[in-house]
Nanobody
Framework: QVQLVESGGGLVQGGGSLRLSCAASGRTFRTYGMGWFRQAPGKEREFVGGISRTSSTDYPDSVKGRFTISRNNAKNTVYLQMNSLKPEDTAVYYC?????????????????WGQGTQVTVSS
């Protein structure tokens, strides 16, 4: 069992930056592939990036070059650094863990989810 808790969301002006954190419980964090997703009102939850157990990363084109994912296995934490934020980045951001996995863009491949943190970008 893995419990995930996101933090770091908030209100930021367009062009600004935020760093989200996702703290995981349990001793097996290093064995999980981790993903970040977001969901805006009325829209489906979408993949914004993932990091494998070996810290390989991948991002969709919508955030590539602006978002960076990293992980610190000693702290059981994964981060999402978001730069050059746009109003269309406004959403609830979730982290998720997939057991024994690499990078998985499909939300149905994940076993555990955090409760989400709101990110609002003003124009």
């Amino acid at each position: 069992q893995v419990q995930l808790v996101e933090s770091g969301g908030g209100l930021v002006q367009g062009g600004g930056s935020l760093r989200l954190s996702c703290a995981a419980s349990g001793r097996t964090f290093r064995t999980y592939g981790m993903g970040w997703f977001r969901q805006a009102p009325g829209k489906e939850r979408e993949f914004v990036g993932g990091i494998s157990r070996t810290s390989s990363t991948d991002y969709p084109d919508s955030v590539k070059g602006r978002f960076t994912i990293s992980r610190n296995n000693a702290k059981n934490t994964v981060y999402l650094q978001m730069n050059s934020l746009k109003p269309e980045d406004t959403a609830v951001y979730y982290c998720a863990a997939a057991a024994g996995a690499g990078i998985r863009p499909n939300r149905f491949d994940y076993d555990y989810w955090g409760q989400g943190t709101q990110v609002t970008v003003s124009s």
